[in-house]
Nanobody, 114 residues
Framework: QAQLVESGGGLVQAGGSLTISCQGS????????MGWYRQPPGKQRELVAT???????KYAESVKGRFTISREKGKNAIDLQMSSLKREDTGVYYC????????WGQGTQVTVSS
């Protein structure tokens, strides 16, 4: 069964850095698009960043220049390196994968304290 599993969330001070990871399993082929969405407390889920199988990336304006999404060529695994974290980056971060269907991980909590 195809699934996405996140790891690496936690508590970090404002201005600090954190890396979260997502590992996909159960796919025979490469996932076309992988990425991260987040859901801040009391708000809707929003796009953070995506990366295609051939390395094309897209970022939300709010994280450009601070976050970097990466993907090892040929693998269904991604990282999100987050730096200069702000309190408004707090939320549950969900790994996303898209082929001819959409898949979501269970989420990992990132909390940025002042």
């Amino acid at each position: 069964q195809a699934q996405l599993v996140e790891s690496g969330g936690g508590l970090v001070q404002a201005g600090g850095s954190l890396t979260i990871s997502c590992q996909g399993s159960g796919w025979i082929l490469e996932i076309d698009v992988m990425g991260w969405y987040r859901q801040p407390p009391g708000k809707q889920r929003e796009l953070v960043a995506t990366i295609t199988y051939d390395g094309k990336v897209k970022y939300a304006e709010s994280v450009k220049g601070r976050f970097t999404i990466s993907r090892e060529k040929g693998k269904n695994a991604i990282d999100l390196q987050m730096s200069s974290l702000k309190r408004e980056d707090t939320g549950v971060y969900y790994c996303y994968g898209s082929t001819y269907a959409e898949y979501w991980g269970q989420g990992t909590q990132v909390t940025v304290s002042s």
